[in-house]
Structures are given as structure tokens and as C-alpha cells.
């Protein structure tokens, strides 16, 4: 039994499935969608407020997408 399960889930390439349902029916995994996220209204503070206008002024984040996306985070954190 092991080596018929080792034959039909062998390793393959990251690249051999090009679409999800292929995954999905080779591996026989169920899918489904839900909206897990509930949004909320909170308020945001003033200090927290400036610190993002700080950062976008600095002008750090047009060097690269990679900078953005940390000058949003590291605020948050």
C-alpha cells in the first residue's frame, strides 16, 4: 500500500498544475469559500493618524513596493 500511495502522490513539480480544480481532484481536497473576517468600526488614534502621514512624507516608500509595504506595517506594530 505504501509504495502504490508513494507512486500516486510522488513529488512533482511546483508547475504541473495549472488551474486549483486540477489540485483539487488529483488530491481528492474538498474546497469551499466563507467570508471569515468580520469587520468592525474602531477608532483610529491621532498619534497613530500622524505617524502614517510622517512615514508617507518621508518619502521612504516610492524607492520600492517593498519599502511601502513596510512603512504601513511597522506603524501598526
Known amino acids: 500500500m505504501i509504495s502504490s500511495w508513494k507512486e500516486k502522490y510522488a513529488i512533482q513539480p511546483y508547475n504541473s498544475h495549472k488551474r ?30 500622524s505617524e502614517i502621514d510622517l512615514t508617507l512624507k518621508e518619502g521612504v516608500y516610492k524607492n520600492s513596493e517593498y519599502a511601502l509595504c513596510e512603512t504601513l506595517i511597522y506603524p501598526t506594530l
Open 20 to 49: 486549483i480544480d486540477e489540485v483539487l481532484g488529483e488530491f481528492g481536497i474538498n474546497y469551499t469559500e466563507q467570508t471569515f473576517i468580520h469587520i468592525s468600526e474602531t477608532q483610529v488614534p491621532d498619534y497613530f493618524k
